[in-house]
């Protein structure tokens, strides 16, 4: 394994430069951005991981009358002894779950925010390989691994008339391009949500994308008011209240019974404004909202529950505790010396004193024990903390754990 990497991908920018000047504005190739990031696995490997059903694999093939075609996996090894030897593609999701220097590979990416991220996924390609021009709703930084691939780009729009008909992939029929690149390992392409691309192999070709994904607006109000109204039921029951109903002592004869008055669509107005909009209680819930993510329901339990004792005894010999994949973190500064960590979708209200550990276990990924300790100091509570996110398999010992 090969840590040695430096701390940013974006050599001489500044992360303020490239969120002003690239982000999801414009593309940018870094040369060299990761060179020492040697892949830690083989492209054998990769095939190998694509036989297990728990892994999310594609293979994308471009046959040679010009049809494209789509399977996923898992897949037997037969499947890989039939291919041909040039137009595939095999990509492989949640590299960063399955191989654990790929979660490392996103701390290069920490000047964006953790909650924005999706996972990594890597592509194997012999020549010619590629899944077609497309774009996708995500933003994606892809770092070449090994091998050579040519990236083309365009600015052209993104309608739906430009799709290859009945496909499974969102492949555009009359992409021209307008800029390109021949990614080489170590190099980093950006991409921009939305823009058009298109890679293809020039050779046996491994690449990583690091993907940020922001969430759907209409999901994310929906959710909202959603969660609002759910709360509020919940507060009404314990309350033993009728539930409301837009009555109206008010109401004013209209000249015909078919009319909605402009008096009743004002109520109706007024009464759909009055869901909260503070931003504080929107940000508490979005904390919750975009630390949820379905891949906690696969998450790895630990072995075995532990008590404080046992926790930190097995931090002692063990002498590190590693993030897991499966669960997001994030925190939110409160008042009143609060601070609500996120942790998979549940909200931990925490005395800011922790503040120095809730940083650390939101931001990185490995936490050696004298970390750990410094920045819990005396304050007890910060290990029950570790204890609860343990036992939730939101934290795990590398060596012991599943
Ligand atoms: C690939 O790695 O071949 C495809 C990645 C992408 O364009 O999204
Ligand atoms: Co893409």
Redesign the pocket.
Known sequence: MNTSVRRYPLGTLSAEEFLHRYWQKAPLCIRGALASFTPPFTPEELAGLALESEVESRLVQEHPSGQWQVSHGPFSEEDFTTLPESHW?L?VQEMNRHVPEMALLLQQFSFLPGWLLDDV?V?F?PIDG??GP?A?NYD?F?IQGSGRRRWQISHQSASAADLLPNLPLRIHAHFVSEEEWILEAGDLLYIPAGMV?H?VALEDSL?Y?VGFRPPAIHQLIASYVDDYITEARTRLEASQEEEPFLYQPNLRAASHSGEITLQTQQQVAATVASIPLDTKAIGRWFGRYITETTAETAAPYPAEELTLRQLRERLSTQGELWRSEYFRFSYIRGEDQQTYLYVGGEEYPLPSRLQPLIEMIASDRRFSLQNLATAIGSFGEGWELLLTLYNRGALFFPDVDP
């Open positions: 593609t990509l996924m592509s390609a590629s899944v497309h996708d994606v892809i691309h890679g690449s994308s």
